[in-house]
């Protein structure tokens, strides 16, 4: 049982490059969400899934697209990044009780 | 809106001793959930102790209670015994609705061996 898991762990890109970010649960969890964590600051949500087939937009949508490929997989897209866009981006699921369990995160630099 | 306020960006404490961290939050609801996470340097958030709201009683985890006073809008978390091992970020965090999650800027904790 893995968890939360999260590919690459690190990326270095270059404005304008786009990439995607993969997320995956073993947790049969119907939600997840994908967040960003910044210096000196809590985390903000990006895009959330409440159950397969549906997304919704956070906190900080601009700039990512979200695909949730099935009940497992919820993958976070950056189509041409900015350097506004280095942070470092976390994962998480959530079944009940409002808990939401995390990944080990990803780190990005867009230079 | 709701915030999520930790006036604490650092804290030291004695290993052995206790260290309590605060956090107060801002909301119109009256059914919401409070927990507090743990960011070791690893990066990875661990979760240490949940509330919800509707329970009076204050949730306690070993080591680890809160004290939850709903009408002042205030969660700090009370570490007793502290261990090396508890040196890391604290985030306080709050969660409504569709269970999205609003967090504090985080408290780092600092234990003196």
């Known amino acids: 049982n893995a968890g939360v898991t999260q590919t690459p762990k690190f990326q270095v890109l270059k404005t304008g490059q786009s990439m995607t970010l993969q997320c995956a649960q073993d947790m049969n969890h119907n939600s997840m969400y994908w967040y960003r964590q910044d210096p000196g600051m809590g985390l903000r949500l990006i895009y959330y899934s409440a159950s397969e087939g549906t997304t919704d937009k956070g906190e900080v949508p601009n700039g990512y697209n979200v695909s949730r490929l099935n009940k497992r997989e919820f993958s976070l897209r950056l189509e041409s990044a900015a350097p506004s866009q280095t942070s470092v981006y976390f994962c998480?699921?959530?079944?009940?009780?409002?808990?939401?369990?995390f990944g080990p995160g990803t780190r990005l630099t867009v230079l | 809106a709701q915030t999520v306020t930790q006036s604490q960006p650092e804290m030291s404490v004695q290993e052995a001793e206790t260290v309590t961290l605060s956090c107060t939050y801002d909301t119109s609801e009256s059914d919401y959930y409070l927990f507090w996470y743990k960011q070791p340097p690893s990066r990875q958030m661990i979760l240490v102790i949940r509330?919800?709201?509707?329970k009076q009683q204050n949730a306690t985890e070993n080591r680890f209670s809160v004290n939850f006073q709903k009408a002042a809008k205030s969660f700090s978390l009370k570490i007793s015994d502290s261990q090396l091992g508890d040196a890391a970020m604290y985030f306080c965090?709050?969660?409504?609705?569709?269970?999205?999650?609003?967090w504090g800027a985080g408290t780092k904790l600092i234990i003196k061996p």
């Open positions: 998480a699921s959530r079944q009940s009780q409002a808990t939401q369990y």
């Open positions: 509330q919800e709201a509707y």
């Open positions: 965090a709050y969660s409504y609705s569709n269970y999205q999650l609003i």
